[in-house]
């Protein structure tokens, strides 16, 4: 379960720019979330500070009971690596390396490695065929699938996504979508989602709008 | 964090672009070119510093013989004793062991004469007798010389010339080049001559002259063990013996044995002081080569930030970074340092076949310098090298670590 409370983040660019305004949330496990609003409305931070990649000028954030706001690098790596897992618009997967290994990358991180879970993950996002392919000779859309897969290599119990689908056409963004969740569903995995098109975020069970700072629930 | 996935991954992500398949891009070229910048830099810092190492062992070591082969691997100056005195040391001692007295002398051969440093030696054995002298010798003491000062005198082996000694003999006497050697260095070439004691001794006893009085036979002992004059170790080990059996024979409470290194203490003091020397500015010069592993370092990340952001992202910890980094550092050190080694050993076998570097010889007779790479020396440059890249990169693994995740990856960098 993810809680926050009178949550604020400034950037200070220049001049002072106040992106999150005393924001709370709750969030259930297991429950999938869509954060909708227009470019530069502060999403992308507020998911950021919920997972751990950056920290809030104030407030509190609890991810299962424990207060994770005030905590060091090296204990929010810990928490990144094993409790949460992150899909980019850009898969940003390691070239040299073949799709199982980039999959296999975050569990040699707690000195695993996990070949069957890894080859599980990719028939599960579909791509058992291709695992020994490089990133290059996967299309746009595999890429993606194959950093869900990377992402979910240590279980993690809840799983961020920053615009997954906004490099890709329309189809295969559904399919992501679809793709994303099935395993919240399957795997009663919390999914927490940034997103700017709203008939995507139609398909989340919950879905918060944020602007000028404000978050409000959507009905 | 160290395990060989992560060494794969670091070789692969250093060197394998093109291999991986994908289209040469900017990110590839730029980190290709620094790279390899950064490899040959440290190839060369490197592979200076061992090439200077090698060819100042290497002319130690030759002069260490040179002077050895006249001065002897161990020295002890007795203080004028009898002839018997020396002959029961020598007895007790398994390997060679000459005595030996010093005096200044004139030579005078066909083009000019020459003032020099005598030294009469005579070797203990049961050959050394008058009696077995052959005819020849016996009518003329021998004498070894020096190549310059044979060449000044314009004398070769095998011909006669007219020694005097003053203060020792009185008026001159015809003595045979036996020998022309060469030690290494001009001083010990051009001045110095050693006179067979015992054709000295045995021509002045058939001729019916005598030496002038002296405090006693002779001034010391030159010993002849089989150690090379370059093992410290084991001439100090035979110093410790031979001081023992000193004190004991000759009743000497402090026997001094000097090696031939340390009978020219000054000569390879200086010549110390000036490898440490260059050590040091060319070990400075090798840390400031390895700036560019840094260099390299920074262009690696800033070119793929994005990609290792994320997996700092993804729960990569910043000392998981560091050592990621360190070991990025590492590969390029232990290859950079490699790559030296191999083109100073190759540099110097070429200098050595062609004779290329050729010393004053007005200083030091050496035909051309031989290169000595002795193993302990040139590990200790080759990890200089790594640890070098290492120290630079732990610079470089310290700074990008602290680069937050959200500054790479988020949409306001």
Same mark, same amino acid.
């Given at each position: 379960m993810i809680k926050v409370e009178g949550l604020f983040k400034n950037y200070k660019t220049g001049v002072v720019e106040h992106v999150l305004r005393g924001i709370d949330l709750e969030i259930d496990s297991g429950e999938s979330v869509a954060l909708l609003g227009p470019s530069g409305s502060g999403k992308s931070t507020l998911l950021n500070c919920l997972g751990l990649l950056d920290s809030p000028d104030k407030g509190k954030i609890f991810l299962h009971g424990q207060e994770v706001s005030r905590l060091s690098e090296k204990e929010r790596a810990r928490i990144r690596l094993t409790e949460l897992g992150f899909v980019f618009q850009f898969h940003h997967l390691i070239p040299e390396l073949s799709a199982l290994e980039n999959v296999l990358l975050p569990a040699s991180l707690l000195g695993q490695k996990p070949t069957e879970r890894a080859k599980h993950l990719m028939q599960r996002v579909g791509l058992e065929e291709k695992a020994?392919? *490089?990133?290059?000779?996967? *299309?746009g859309g595999e890429q993606q699938r194959v950093a869900i897969a990377r992402a979910l290599i240590n279980g993690p119990r809840i799983l961020f996504t920053d615009e997954a689908t906004g490099n890709l056409d329309r189809e295969k963004a559904l399919e992501i979508l679809e793709l994303l969740l099935e395993i919240n569903r399957e795997q009663k995995m919390t999914l927490v989602s940034v997103t700017h098109d709203s008939t995507l975020a139609m398909r989340y069970e919950t879905k918060y709008s944020l602007q000028n700072g404000i978050l409000k629930k959507c009905s | 964090m160290l395990t060989k996935e992560w060494w794969l991954l670091t070789y692969k992500w250093l060197f394998g672009q093109k291999k991986a398949g994908q289209e040469i891009r900017k990110a590839s070229y730029l980190m290709g070119a620094s790279l390899w910048v950064a490899l040959i830099s440290g190839a060369l810092g490197v592979g200076a510093l061992s090439f200077v190492r090698a060819l100042v062992t290497g002319f130690e070591t030759q002069l260490a013989l040179g002077v050895s082969d006249f001065f002897g691997p161990l020295s002890y100056k007795s203080g004028w004793r009898s002839e018997k005195e020396h002959e029961l040391l020598a007895q007790k001692i398994s390997y060679p062991v000459e005595s030996y007295w010093q005096g200044q002398g004139l030579l005078v051969g066909p083009k000019t004469g020459r003032g020099v440093m005598l030294e009469g030696r005579r070797m203990w054995g049961a050959s050394q007798q008058c009696s077995n002298l052959n005819n020849n010798t016996n009518e003329i003491p021998l004498l070894t010389i020096g190549q310059n000062l044979a060449e000044s005198l314009g004398v070769q082996a095998g011909q006669n010339l007219k020694i005097l000694l003053p203060g020792l003999l009185k008026g001159s006497l015809n003595v045979k080049v036996n020998a022309i050697k060469s030690f290494g260095l001009q001083e010990l070439d051009a001045r110095r001559v050693i006179l067979d004691d015992l054709s000295l001794r045995c021509y002045l006893k058939a001729s019916g002259k005598t030496l002038m009085e002296r405090p006693g036979d002779y001034l010391g002992l030159r010993f002849y063990p089989k150690i090379s004059p370059n093992d410290e170790v084991a001439l100090m080990s035979e110093v410790s013996v031979l001081q023992k059996l000193i004190k004991e024979t000759l009743r000497d409470a402090q026997p001094l044995v000097k090696t031939s290194k340390e009978q020219n203490r000054n000569f390879f003091k200086g010549l110390g002081f000036d490898r440490a020397v260059l050590s040091v500015v060319l070990g400075f010069l090798t840390l400031a080569a390895c700036l560019n592993v840094a260099a390299a370092l920074f262009v690696i990340f800033f070119e793929r930030d994005k990609d290792m952001m994320t997996l700092r992202a993804l729960g990569m910890s910043p000392l998981q970074m560091r050592r990621w980094i360190l070991i990025q550092g590492f590969m390029i050190g232990l290859l950079g340092s490699s790559l030296g080694m191999i083109g100073s050993g190759a540099a110097a076998l070429l200098f050595e076949k062609g004779k290329l570097i050729r010393l004053p010889p007005e200083v030091y007779n050496l035909d051309h310098l031989v290169f000595s790479f002795s193993w302990p020396e040139q590990l200790g440059v080759y990890l200089f090298g790594v640890a070098s890249a290492l120290f630079i990169s732990w610079g470089v693994a310290y700074l990008l670590s602290r680069m937050k995740i959200v500054e790479v990856l988020g949409h306001r960098r």
């Open positions: 020994h392919k *490089s990133p290059a000779q996967l *299309s | -």
